[in-house]
């Protein structure tokens, strides 16, 4: 009977890594899983982009079309910037844009604020538990400083409409999706050093 490792394709991704980081296993699983998520957010990225401009978010759509080309092109930069900046890269164009929508959708109680849990999860995933304390601790600050502003009535009125109610079920199935491929990823990481260390 043959068993089939379902991580199989991670290596398809090979292809954009540098020979440089797949001599060492830790760079070249996190070199795999940034490419991984720039292939989620070149799929994605167009699909939220129309979403946006359906539901009258143009500006939106255009920022998300923006921060998701650098995410996209992450990968191709490993060679000159090393794992560790790429990934800084990916994380920072995420941070960015969460920050921008929670200032144009309504402050903290914008539907896509819980997407700031996306930073330090792949922070997480790629770099390990340093980065990822270090990137929870600039959402947190980003979180904290866009509801003082909103408590000060600095930060613009959240956009009226229907179109919240959809942004806000279609947030909460888009990140429920990202969290279980980045478990996925995780749970696929342990079970391959496990198999090697056995």
Known sequence: MTVHNPYYMLKLFDNVIPVSLRTDAVQLQGARYLSILAGVTALSVPLLTMMYHLLGYDAVGMVVLTAGVVMMITPFMLTFLGLALARDVFISALFLLKIWMAVYLGGVSAPTTSWFVLCPAVALLIGGLRPGLVWAAL???????????????VLPPAPA??????????????????????????????????RSKA
């Open 139 to 153: 959402v947190l600050a980003a979180v904290v400083v866009v509801f003082a502003l909103g408590c000060s009535g």
């Open 161 to 194: 409409g229907s179109g919240m109610t959809v942004l806000s079920f279609a947030s909460v199935i888009g990140l429920l999706a990202l969290v279980v491929l980045i478990m996925a990823l995780a749970i696929g990481a342990a079970g391959t050093d496990r």
